[in-house]
């Protein structure tokens, strides 16, 4: 090979060489790029990283610090919460799962002082066993034994009852554990000795207060009858001098006399029937009655007052209710007696009205609604809840003039409560008050019934009345029978329109003339027109309206019953000719019978001779022979000796008293049963009861009345003597 070619060679291989140099060079140039890129990363990597680390530790430092400011915090309430727990009177303390003492409290502990062996650890059922082998507590009349077995089942039951425990010294603890979840119970011991020293005086004042509740009714009862006894006397002799010839002056004291002793025996009912109600004694005796009817008797009875004041009672009876209704009359009555009494005595001028309307309620029952309205001197605002406590009046000078006990509207308030009923009251001062009560009473009679009818003759009817209530009372009845009722409020005003209706009602006190002057008037202007006068005297009125002819009175307050029925009757009398001669409705005869009896034989058992005076003035004239016995002793001797056809005994006597000597009398005797009628003073609820129990028939109460006598004879012996109606 020559030296060119291998120089060139050579050449050849150096740039080769060189060539792959540059190469290797660039590789290595790029590949230290990519490391620098690396490693710069990295450090960026590792500072991010460390300023996390940083981040973290500081959170660590705070979260320690938060965690060690709640550790305190809870140490402090702990330690408070502590301090209380052992500060605290009653005791305290937690059990585990297993009926261990976790802790407990001073208190709590305190019973136990000395026994070392009670401190945390110890079990329920160990504490039991101290409790009664220490002498710690009182089982009572228990054994230990089943005190400590009751204690127990209590303990373990899911959720304890309370429990009172005595402790040795009379002291009382209540015990109350409450289970957890887990099982741990909490367990707090109070004592209550004080509230069970309290709960036992007042026990003791009760007993001691119903002792002197039970002797005040048996002092009232007595006292009843001793003030009663003497008022036999008192109002009886009044009653019969009454009857006999008397001058004025007489006969002022005599009503005076009757009056008075009217009055007190009004007190004394009420005190009474109070002692009654606030003993619970006192029962509702339920039978039929006529509601309608009981308010008419109640309203007659306070007419004469209102009339004298020229105050107009009204009874706006609702049209299709019914009347008949069962319930306790008497109650009711004396509901309606004290509140009709009350409008009346509080009333100087204008009106009282009696409203009752009803709605039918469950079980063929009627839900009633009464209320009495009045124009009277009205109570004030702050008075109206006064009124119905006990022995409370509205005293202001306006009032102080009126006479009660302030009695009556407690016992009307508890009577209507006794009957399942509510009282209210509005009032305003100066112009009246209306005081309405609710009372649901079982119906006895179907709820539709008729009311009299009156004929297709008589459409039209002119109401004459001043009073513009009672005008819209009557106009509204007549308007709801489907008669046209037109009304004017003088007499004057009447004669002109009289000749155009087919009837007249009109009333007795009129502005311009008297109502029966009127009826004068258009019957001498030739109007033949049935007329019927509605008086607040009727009787005296009766020949007056006899004579004229087609006309009628009726005594105020007048029912919707009689006005229509009486409405009837003029209208089938002008029917017929000649006109029958008119009358007071319902006349109030009573006859004897006129046939001629032996004297009915009457024994009247009385050991009080004013009173058998006062029995025998009564019975004068009633065709009866009166033997007297002082005594019950006297009494069954006289039957025995001579069977009389009855008997009216006294029940307190001396000896004998009334219910034994009945009971001698029955016992002996044979055929028919002898009516034993008996006469007490004794007014407490329970006394007819055991009055009848005893073999009696019947009962009257002193003092007693002629009417009464009366009553009971034509009841025993209807076809010698009449009732009065
Ligand atoms: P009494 O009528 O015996 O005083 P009540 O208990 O019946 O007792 O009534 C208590 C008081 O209520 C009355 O004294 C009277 O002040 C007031 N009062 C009752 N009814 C009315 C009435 N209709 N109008 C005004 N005041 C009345």
Not at 448 to 463: A, Q, S
Request: charged share 25%.
């Amino acid at each position: 090979m020559s030296l060119a070619t291998k120089l060139a060679e050579e050449r050849r291989a150096r740039l080769g060489a060189e060539r792959l140099l540059e190469l290797k060079q660039a590789e290595l140039f790029a590949a230290n790029r990519k490391l620098n890129g690396h490693a710069r990363k990295l450090s960026e990597e590792i500072v991010e990283t460390r300023a996390e680390v940083a981040n973290v530790r500081d959170e660590n430092k705070r979260v320690r610090s938060d965690l060690s400011a709640a550790n305190e915090k809870i140490q402090i309430v702990e330690r408070r919460l502590w301090h209380s727990i052992e500060t605290i009177q009653d005791g305290f303390a937690f059990f585990d799962d297993s009926d261990r003492m976790i802790m407990a409290n001073p208190a709590y502990l305190s019973v136990f002082d000395g026994l070392e062996e009670v401190c945390p650890g110890i079990t329920y059922p160990r504490l039991l066993q101290l409790m009664t082998e220490e002498g710690i507590i009182d089982p009572g009349d228990q054994t230990p034994a089943d005190w400590r077995a009751r204690m127990l089942v209590r303990w373990q039951s899911p959720a304890p009852d309370p429990v009172v425990i005595r402790l040795w010294n009379d002291r009382f603890v209540r015990l109350i554990d409450r289970r957890g979840n887990g099982g741990d119970v909490v367990s707090l011991a109070l004592d209550i000795t004080a509230s069970v020293r309290y709960e036992t005086r007042l026990k003791a004042a009760q007993r001691k207060a119903e002792a002197a509740n039970r002797a005040k009714s048996s002092f009232l009862a007595n006292m009843s009858h001793e003030i009663r006894t003497p008022m036999n006397g008192v109002v009886g002799m009044a009653e019969l001098l009454a009857e006999g010839a008397l001058d004025d002056e007489q006969r002022l004291y005599v009503e005076t006399i009757r009056n008075s002793s009217e009055a007190l025996l009004v007190i004394i009912n009420d005190v009474l029937d109070y002692s009654k109600i606030e003993a619970e004694k006192l029962k509702l005796h339920l039978r039929a009655f006529d509601l309608e009817r009981s308010i008419h008797e109640v309203a007659m009875l306070l007419q004469p007052t209102a009339s004298a004041k020229g105050v107009d009672l009204l009874i706006d009876y609702d049209m299709f209710l019914p009347t008949r209704f069962i319930g306790d009359p008497g109650r009711l009555r004396q509901v309606l007696t004290n509140l009709i009494g009350n409008a009346v005595k509080f009333t100087a001028r204008g009106h009282v009205l009696v409203r009752v309307v009803g709605m039918a309620g469950d079980c063929g029952k009627t839900d009633l609604r009464i209320v009495v309205e009045d124009t009277g001197i009205g109570i004030p605002p702050e008075k109206i809840d006064h009124i119905f406590g006990e022995f409370n009046q509205v005293e202001d000078d306006r009032n102080r003039q009126f006479e009660g006990t302030g009695l009556g509207l407690a016992i009307t308030q508890r009577l209507i409560g006794l009957m399942g009923g509510e009282i209210w009251v509005t009032s305003e001062p100066d112009r009246g008050s209306c005081f309405g009560f609710t009372v649901t009473l079982p119906a006895d009679e179907p709820v539709c019934y008729d009311i009299p009818r009156l004929p297709e003759t008589m459409r039209r009817v002119l109401v004459v009345d001043d009073n513009s209530t009672n005008t819209l009372l009557l106009t509204r009845q007549m308007s709801v029978m489907g008669i046209t009722a037109q009304s004017c409020p003088t007499a004057t005003q009447a004669l002109d329109l009289a000749g155009q209706a087919d009837a007249v009602v009109v009333d007795q006190a009129l502005p311009d003339m008297p109502g029966v002057d009127m009826i004068r008037n258009l019957r001498s202007a030739g109007t033949q027109v049935p007329v019927l006068l509605l008086a607040q005297q009727a009787a005296p009125l009766a020949a007056d309206v006899a004579g004229l002819g087609r006309a009628a009175v009726l005594q105020k307050p007048v029912s919707r019953r009689q006005v229509f029925a009486q409405l009837a009757d003029l209208s089938a009398a002008t029917a017929r000719e000649p006109p029958p001669q008119s009358a007071v409705s319902n006349p109030a005869t009573v006859s004897p019978d006129p046939a001629p009896e032996a004297p009915l034989d009457v024994l009247l058992a009385e050991d009080n001779r004013t009173n058998q005076l006062v029995f025998s003035k009564m019975v004068k004239g009633l065709n009866i022979d009166l033997r007297y016995a002082n005594n019950g002793e006297e009494a069954v001797q006289a039957v025995r000796k001579q069977r009389p056809d009855i008997v009216f005994m006294d029940i307190s006597m001396p000896r004998m008293d009334g219910k034994e000597a009945t009971r001698h009398i029955r016992a002996a005797e044979q055929g028919d049963r002898l009516p034993i009628i008996a006469v007490t003073a004794h007014a407490m609820q329970g006394d007819k009861e055991q009055i009848l129990e005893a073999g009696l028939d019947d009962y009257l109460t002193k003092p007693i009345r002629k009417p009464e006598i009366k009553r009971i004879l034509a009841e025993r012996f209807p076809a010698r003597f009449r009732a009065d109606p």
